[in-house]
Protein backbone atom coordinates (compact mmCIF):
# COMPACT_ATOMS: atom_id res chain seq x y z
CA UNK A 1 0.00 0.00 0.00
CA UNK A 2 0.92 3.88 -0.22
CA UNK A 3 3.41 4.95 2.19
CA UNK A 4 4.09 8.73 2.61
CA UNK A 5 7.06 9.95 4.39
CA UNK A 6 6.75 14.09 5.70
CA UNK A 7 9.88 16.24 6.81
CA UNK A 8 11.07 18.10 9.09
CA UNK A 9 8.50 17.15 11.90
CA UNK A 10 9.52 20.28 13.10
CA UNK A 11 10.01 23.95 11.70
CA UNK A 12 10.53 26.91 12.85
CA UNK A 13 10.85 30.14 10.65
CA UNK A 14 10.81 34.09 11.67
CA UNK A 15 8.05 35.88 10.39
CA UNK A 16 8.13 37.19 6.73
CA UNK A 17 10.33 34.24 6.33
CA UNK A 18 9.18 31.33 3.49
CA UNK A 19 9.02 27.59 4.82
CA UNK A 20 9.19 24.43 2.88
CA UNK A 21 7.37 20.87 4.18
CA UNK A 22 8.43 17.96 1.96
CA UNK A 23 6.42 14.78 1.39
CA UNK A 24 7.45 11.44 -0.47
CA UNK A 25 5.24 8.70 -1.35
CA UNK A 26 5.52 5.07 -2.51
CA UNK A 27 2.73 4.10 -5.08
CA UNK A 28 3.34 5.69 -8.38
CA UNK A 29 -0.44 5.39 -9.32
CA UNK A 30 -1.31 7.95 -6.80
CA UNK A 31 -2.84 10.88 -7.99
CA UNK A 32 -4.33 13.12 -5.44
CA UNK A 33 -2.25 15.32 -3.36
CA UNK A 34 -3.79 17.11 -0.45
CA UNK A 35 -2.22 19.04 1.97
CA UNK A 36 -4.16 20.22 5.62
CA UNK A 37 -3.97 22.22 8.04
CA UNK A 38 -4.42 21.87 11.58
CA UNK A 39 -4.27 24.47 14.67
CA UNK A 40 -3.98 23.67 18.10
CA UNK A 41 -7.00 22.66 19.45
CA UNK A 42 -8.90 22.85 16.18
CA UNK A 43 -10.07 20.25 13.34
CA UNK A 44 -7.71 19.68 10.25
CA UNK A 45 -8.92 21.71 6.91
CA UNK A 46 -7.84 21.51 3.59
CA UNK A 47 -5.85 24.34 2.48
CA UNK A 48 -4.53 23.26 -1.03
CA UNK A 49 -4.52 20.27 -3.20
CA UNK A 50 -2.90 18.97 -6.82
CA UNK A 51 -3.72 16.32 -8.81
CA UNK A 52 -0.93 14.41 -10.82
CA UNK A 53 -1.68 16.06 -14.47
CA UNK A 54 -0.32 19.56 -12.91
CA UNK A 55 2.77 20.01 -11.33
CA UNK A 56 2.41 23.33 -9.55
CA UNK A 57 -0.62 25.29 -7.64
CA UNK A 58 -0.77 28.20 -6.15
CA UNK A 59 -3.13 30.21 -3.78
CA UNK A 60 -2.20 33.56 -2.08
CA UNK A 61 0.93 32.75 -0.37
CA UNK A 62 0.60 28.66 -0.34
CA UNK A 63 2.03 27.00 -3.17
CA UNK A 64 2.29 23.37 -3.99
CA UNK A 65 4.65 21.42 -6.48
CA UNK A 66 4.62 17.59 -7.27
CA UNK A 67 7.33 15.99 -9.22
CA UNK A 68 6.01 12.74 -10.05
CA UNK A 69 9.00 10.84 -11.49
CA UNK A 70 10.75 11.54 -7.97
CA UNK A 71 7.28 10.94 -6.22
CA UNK A 72 7.78 13.98 -4.31
CA UNK A 73 5.61 17.36 -3.47
CA UNK A 74 6.49 20.35 -1.97
CA UNK A 75 4.01 22.80 0.57
CA UNK A 76 5.54 26.27 0.06
CA UNK A 77 4.34 29.16 2.34
CA UNK A 78 5.86 32.86 1.52
CA UNK A 79 5.87 35.38 3.59
CA UNK A 80 4.73 33.64 7.06
CA UNK A 81 2.60 35.27 9.40
CA UNK A 82 1.80 34.05 13.09
CA UNK A 83 -1.18 32.78 12.17
CA UNK A 84 0.12 30.52 9.75
CA UNK A 85 1.46 28.56 13.01
CA UNK A 86 -0.35 25.28 12.54
CA UNK A 87 0.35 21.13 12.16
CA UNK A 88 0.37 20.77 8.50
CA UNK A 89 -0.57 16.90 6.61
CA UNK A 90 0.52 15.66 3.30
CA UNK A 91 -1.57 12.92 2.17
CA UNK A 92 -1.99 10.66 -1.03
CA UNK A 93 -4.73 8.46 -2.59
CA UNK A 94 -5.13 6.64 -6.26
CA UNK A 95 -8.34 7.61 -6.33
CA UNK A 96 -10.18 4.31 -5.47
CA UNK A 97 -8.65 3.89 -1.74
CA UNK A 98 -8.88 6.41 1.10
CA UNK A 99 -5.66 9.06 2.05
CA UNK A 100 -2.81 7.75 3.43
CA UNK A 101 -1.74 10.79 5.42
CA UNK A 102 2.04 11.89 6.81
CA UNK A 103 2.79 12.15 10.22
CA UNK A 104 2.94 15.89 10.06
CA UNK A 105 5.08 18.90 10.77
CA UNK A 106 4.53 21.52 13.51
CA UNK A 107 5.46 24.80 11.89
CA UNK A 108 5.77 28.13 14.32
CA UNK A 109 6.35 31.18 13.03
CA UNK A 110 8.56 33.34 14.98
CA UNK A 111 7.41 36.85 15.24
CA UNK B 1 -26.23 24.88 9.66
CA UNK B 2 -24.24 22.14 7.58
CA UNK B 3 -21.17 20.26 9.33
CA UNK B 4 -20.23 17.24 10.84
CA UNK B 5 -20.45 16.69 14.34
CA UNK B 6 -18.72 14.45 17.38
CA UNK B 7 -19.92 13.70 20.70
CA UNK B 8 -18.61 13.92 23.15
CA UNK B 9 -15.89 16.44 23.23
CA UNK B 10 -14.15 13.92 26.40
CA UNK B 11 -15.23 11.29 27.08
CA UNK B 12 -13.88 9.22 30.18
CA UNK B 13 -14.08 5.09 30.57
CA UNK B 14 -12.78 2.47 32.77
CA UNK B 15 -10.90 -0.15 31.11
CA UNK B 16 -12.34 -3.12 29.87
CA UNK B 17 -15.36 -1.46 29.10
CA UNK B 18 -16.64 -0.55 25.59
CA UNK B 19 -17.39 2.32 24.37
CA UNK B 20 -19.22 4.14 21.73
CA UNK B 21 -18.46 7.51 19.95
CA UNK B 22 -20.61 9.60 17.44
CA UNK B 23 -20.13 10.88 14.76
CA UNK B 24 -23.15 12.76 12.43
CA UNK B 25 -22.86 14.62 9.18
CA UNK B 26 -25.97 16.66 7.32
CA UNK B 27 -23.52 17.20 3.97
CA UNK B 28 -24.99 14.31 2.26
CA UNK B 29 -21.65 13.07 1.88
CA UNK B 30 -21.41 9.63 0.60
CA UNK B 31 -18.09 8.58 2.47
CA UNK B 32 -17.54 8.66 6.05
CA UNK B 33 -14.07 8.18 8.01
CA UNK B 34 -12.60 7.68 11.33
CA UNK B 35 -8.87 8.76 12.27
CA UNK B 36 -6.68 8.37 15.11
CA UNK B 37 -4.40 11.25 16.31
CA UNK B 38 -1.73 10.51 18.40
CA UNK B 39 1.55 13.37 19.14
CA UNK B 40 3.60 12.67 15.94
CA UNK B 41 2.13 9.66 14.43
CA UNK B 42 -0.12 12.30 11.94
CA UNK B 43 -3.26 10.60 11.46
CA UNK B 44 -4.16 7.23 11.33
CA UNK B 45 -7.29 5.36 9.32
CA UNK B 46 -9.36 3.25 11.67
CA UNK B 47 -12.50 2.98 9.36
CA UNK B 48 -13.92 3.67 6.62
CA UNK B 49 -17.38 3.72 4.54
CA UNK B 50 -18.03 4.49 1.04
CA UNK B 51 -22.01 4.01 1.45
CA UNK B 52 -24.72 3.13 3.52
CA UNK B 53 -24.26 -0.40 5.16
CA UNK B 54 -20.95 -0.95 4.09
CA UNK B 55 -17.34 -0.03 5.36
CA UNK B 56 -13.91 -1.66 4.80
CA UNK B 57 -10.79 -1.62 7.70
CA UNK B 58 -8.05 1.11 7.29
CA UNK B 59 -4.71 0.46 9.10
CA UNK B 60 -5.51 -0.18 12.51
CA UNK B 61 -8.98 -1.55 12.98
CA UNK B 62 -8.12 -4.40 15.81
CA UNK B 63 -10.32 -3.34 19.02
CA UNK B 64 -12.67 -1.31 16.93
CA UNK B 65 -15.78 -1.88 15.07
CA UNK B 66 -17.66 0.89 13.30
CA UNK B 67 -21.83 0.16 11.65
CA UNK B 68 -23.13 2.77 9.02
CA UNK B 69 -27.06 1.86 9.10
CA UNK B 70 -27.48 5.91 7.99
CA UNK B 71 -26.00 7.90 5.52
CA UNK B 72 -25.57 10.29 8.56
CA UNK B 73 -24.22 8.84 10.74
CA UNK B 74 -21.16 6.42 11.22
CA UNK B 75 -20.94 5.40 14.97
CA UNK B 76 -17.37 3.93 16.37
CA UNK B 77 -17.15 1.80 19.29
CA UNK B 78 -14.02 1.29 20.65
CA UNK B 79 -13.45 -2.49 22.21
CA UNK B 80 -11.89 -3.77 25.08
CA UNK B 81 -9.92 -5.80 23.05
CA UNK B 82 -8.17 -2.42 21.97
CA UNK B 83 -4.84 -2.56 23.83
CA UNK B 84 -4.19 1.22 23.79
CA UNK B 85 -7.22 3.01 23.48
CA UNK B 86 -6.26 6.79 24.92
CA UNK B 87 -6.39 8.88 21.92
CA UNK B 88 -8.18 12.27 20.19
CA UNK B 89 -10.91 10.05 17.33
CA UNK B 90 -11.30 12.35 14.60
CA UNK B 91 -14.47 11.58 12.22
CA UNK B 92 -14.47 12.47 8.79
CA UNK B 93 -16.61 12.73 5.57
CA UNK B 94 -16.57 13.81 1.71
CA UNK B 95 -18.73 13.40 -0.92
CA UNK B 96 -17.18 10.27 -2.36
CA UNK B 97 -14.05 8.09 -1.30
CA UNK B 98 -12.03 9.45 -4.27
CA UNK B 99 -10.27 12.83 -4.60
CA UNK B 100 -12.39 14.90 -2.96
CA UNK B 101 -12.31 17.17 0.31
CA UNK B 102 -12.11 15.77 3.51
CA UNK B 103 -14.35 17.71 6.29
CA UNK B 104 -13.56 16.90 9.63
CA UNK B 105 -15.39 17.00 12.87
CA UNK B 106 -14.27 18.78 15.98
CA UNK B 107 -12.75 15.16 17.40
CA UNK B 108 -13.56 13.39 20.47
CA UNK B 109 -10.85 12.74 22.96
CA UNK B 110 -10.98 9.44 25.09
CA UNK B 111 -8.99 8.49 28.08
CA UNK B 112 -9.47 4.91 29.29
CA UNK B 113 -7.47 4.30 33.02
Known amino acids: GENVEQHPSTLSVQEGDSAVIKCTYSDSASNYFPWYKQELGKRPQLIIDIRSNVGEKKDQRIAVTLNKTAKHFSLHITETQPEDSAVYFC??????????FGKGTRLSVIA | DGGITQSPKYLFRKEGQNVTLSCEQNLNHDAMYWYRQDPGQGLRLIYY???????QKGDIAEGYSVSREKKESFPLTVTSAQKNPTAFYLC????????????FGPGTRLTVT
Open chain 1, 91 to 100: AASRGNTPLV
Open chain 2, 49 to 55: SQIVNDF
Open chain 2, 92 to 103: ASSIRLTDYEQY
